[in-house]
């Protein structure tokens, strides 16, 4: 006996179970795993203040250095969601006692899809927005556009310097990303109040380069990246990898808390 077709999943049993999604014929959020394959990022890395970084983090997640990383990924190839494209903005942060790794106050991407996974599964702050990467001539141009303003625009130079994405690693660990997950119940009362951490899988770098960067940030309320200011600027990098997204783990719990 075959398996029920996909549109009439819908007994209890269905609804119960792990990556799970609505609508119930045509499923919006994929479950995990999923896979990237053929991307390529474009990562400036500049210093800002801590000042600047405590009124962005939630308690009790303490800043660990002054770098931001604003990646811009094309994403050529990925399960479910097809061709898309993605900014992250993080800095370094440890949880008291706990891991290292990075927050990210901002992301945004192209793909309703990556919208409806990010905050729903992972609580990431993600808006839908226009991230692109050019390449002209001996520079990559990346820009965020949202709201019909640039509020991000970053320049590098094309693959001058050849380097290891260990380097990049160093500045913070920022494979392991720890987001803010809010969530209500219908009647308003909170559901969930979680700070959640997820790292990548099956990493496979096949190129990584580094070189002069620059980044240039305008205000936005509805996308405020300008309240990271630009201190100093530091090497931009551009590489290429695929990865696989799997489930994460539950750093800590505000409501277990009372």
């Known amino acids: 006996m075959t398996d029920r077709p996909t549109w009439q999943r819908n007994t209890t049993a269905h609804i119960r179970a792990p990556g799970f999604s609505t609508p119930l014929d045509a499923p919006t959020i994929p479950p995990f795993p999923f896979k990237f394959r053929d991307c390529r990022i474009v990562t400036l890395v500049y210093r800002s203040t801590m000042d600047a970084m405590r009124r962005l983090l939630p308690e009790p997640l303490e800043p660990t250095g002054s770098e931001v990383m604003i990646h811009f990924y094309e994403m050529n190839d990925t399960d479910w ?32 899809v990556g919208v409806a996974h990010g905050r729903e599964v992972h609580g990431q702050p993600k808006k839908l927005a226009d991230p692109r990467v050019d390449f002209r001539g001996d520079l990559i141009v990346a820009t965020l556009e949202r709201n019909g303003i640039e509020i991000v625009t970053g320049t590098m130079a094309y693959k001058q310097t050849p380097a290891d994405i260990a380097d990049l690693s160093a500045i913070f660990p920022f494979a392991t990303n720890f987001n803010l997950k809010a969530v209500d119940h219908i009647d308003g009362r909170p559901a969930i109040r979680q700070l959640t951490s997820r790292s990548l899988a099956d990493v496979a770098v096949s190129e990584c380069w580094r070189g002069p960067s620059t980044v240039e940030l305008r205000p936005n309320a509805q996308a405020p990246v300008h309240r990271l200011p630009v201190v100093e600027m530091l090497d931009g990098y551009f590489w290429s990898a695929g990865f696989t997204l799997v489930p994460g783990t539950i750093l800590h719990d505000y409501l277990a808390e009372s």
């Not at 969601?81 to 992301?107: C, D, I, K, Q, R």
């Open 81 to 112: 969601l097809g061709p898309y494209t993605e900014v992250n903005v993080m800095f370094g942060a440890t949880l008291p006692g706990g891991p290292a790794g990075s927050y990210s106050p901002y992301l945004f991407l192209s793909s309703d």
